[in-house]
């Protein structure tokens, strides 16, 4: 079973977050990491960028396929992460250190629908 830390929040789509007071700190998990196989091209926004809960923000592209990122919660984003941009397979070698964007969160009511740590192990586990 893939690395899952109690800490975070999870969604569907194999993201995770970290909610700091108002800003949303999103990766992919480890799942996706291992599933996705070496990753060798991410595509991130930039800062101030808006977006709606549900939209795509990004792309992931490994050798197998490519993956639009969606953002769970509605938002701008504040920063992205440059280093994952220009050396991509640090996803593979940390998912969960190496985060992709920051969001601050337009509405933190969104974030009540996401997973727990319990709940998304349950969700990988019926979807395998």
């Known amino acids: ?3 899952i ?26 799942f996706a990491q291992s599933s996705l196989g070496d990753i060798v091209f991410v595509e991130l ?4 960028t808006s977006f709606d809960e549900g939209d ?9 396929s490519v993956s639009d990122l969606y953002t769970p919660l509605s938002g701008s984003i504040v920063e992205k992460n440059e ?26 009511s969104q974030a009540e629908k996401l997973l727990n740590a319990e709940s998304y192990k349950a969700f990988c586990e019926n979807n395998a």
């Open 1 to 3: 079973m893939s690395n």
């Open 5 to 30: 830390p109690e800490n975070l929040f999870y969604t569907e789509d194999h993201e995770w977050i970290l909610i700091e007071d108002d800003v949303a700190t999103i990766g992919i998990t480890d």
């Open 45 to 48: 926004p930039e800062a101030e």
């Open 56 to 64: 795509s923000f990004g792309v992931v592209e490994s050798i197998k």
């Open 83 to 108: 280093e994952v941009e220009e050396t991509p397979e640090k996803l593979n070698e940390d998912a969960f250190g190496s985060w992709l964007v920051k969001l601050k969160m337009s509405d933190s």
